[in-house]
Antibody, heavy 119, light 107 residues
Framework: QVQLVQSGAEVKKPGASVKVSCRVS????????MHWVRQAPEKGLEWIGS????????IYAQKFQGRVNMTEDTSTDTASMVLSSLTSEDTAVYYC????????????WGQGTLVTISS | DIQMTQSPSSLSASVGDRVTITCRAS??????LSWYQKKPGEAPKLLIS???SLQSGVPSRFSGRGSGTEFTLTISSLQPEDFATYYC?????????FGQGTKVEIK
């Protein structure tokens, strides 16, 4: 059973960057494709991007290209996402999510990390 | 990117009602379509993958159908715990996308 535990809530100022981490247990991170999804207040689910461990490539939604970076530390089984140039529009709950390969859907989800952007 | 459009955006129904939600893709996604249930304060829950495969532990009153560009999620007899927002999501392309959601409310 895959378990994902995310880092705690963050409050950031506009223009800053935020890092959200996601620790994996019950599976080897290097065998998983980790995805990141967010939900802004009163909005729907939004796919941000994913990391493919087979080739080390990241794929990002066009909306986030240039200001998001997803990485994995296989020594600690921890995936991370850094989002930069934050605005109030980035206030949201951020989730990591995954499934054993082949990843066609997101079976396992972290508990969510609230990121608040406020001056 | 593939656009996913759900209808309706919201609906009101009573316990015991049959409810159907539609999801349309802007291009052919074969059966690479999943459905999720989202409740406030909780992480999304996967209900159905590859258009019609019910996940383990999900009640059989949930079912999914479709292929290509049109898909449906049906709840055969709505239960109190089913009041939530439902999302479709495509994984046909490497850039995944979600529908905008359908909120199922109590009538």
């Amino acid at each position: 059973q895959v378990q994902l535990v995310q880092s705690g809530a963050e409050v950031k100022k506009p223009g800053a960057s935020v890092k959200v981490s996601c620790r994996v247990s019950g599976y080897t991170l290097s065998d998983l494709s980790m995805h990141w999804v967010r939900q802004a207040p009163e909005k729907g689910l939004e796919w941000i991007g994913s990391f493919d461990p087979e080739d080390g490539e990241t794929i990002y939604a066009q909306k986030f290209q240039g200001r998001v970076n997803m990485t994995e530390d296989t020594s600690t089984d921890t995936a991370s996402m850094v989002l930069s140039s934050l605005t109030s529009e980035d206030t949201a709950v951020y989730y990591c999510a995954t499934a054993p390969p082949p990843v066609l859907s997101l079976d396992y989800w972290g508990q969510g990390t609230l990121v608040t952007i406020s001056s | 990117d593939i656009q996913m459009t759900q209808s309706p955006s919201s609906l009101s129904a009573s316990v015991g009602d049959r409810v159907t939600i539609t999801c349309r893709a802007s291009q052919n996604i074969r059966i690479f379509l999943s459905w999720y249930q989202k409740k406030p304060g909780e992480a999304p829950k996967l209900l159905i993958s590859t258009a019609s495969s019910l996940q383990s532990g999900v009640p059989s009153r949930f079912s999914g159908r479709g292929s290509g560009t049109e898909f449906t999620l049906t709840i055969s007899s709505l239960q109190p715990e089913d009041f939530a927002t439902y999302y479709c999501q495509q994984s046909f392309t490497t850039r995944w996308t979600f529908g905008q959601g359908t909120k199922v409310e109590i009538k």
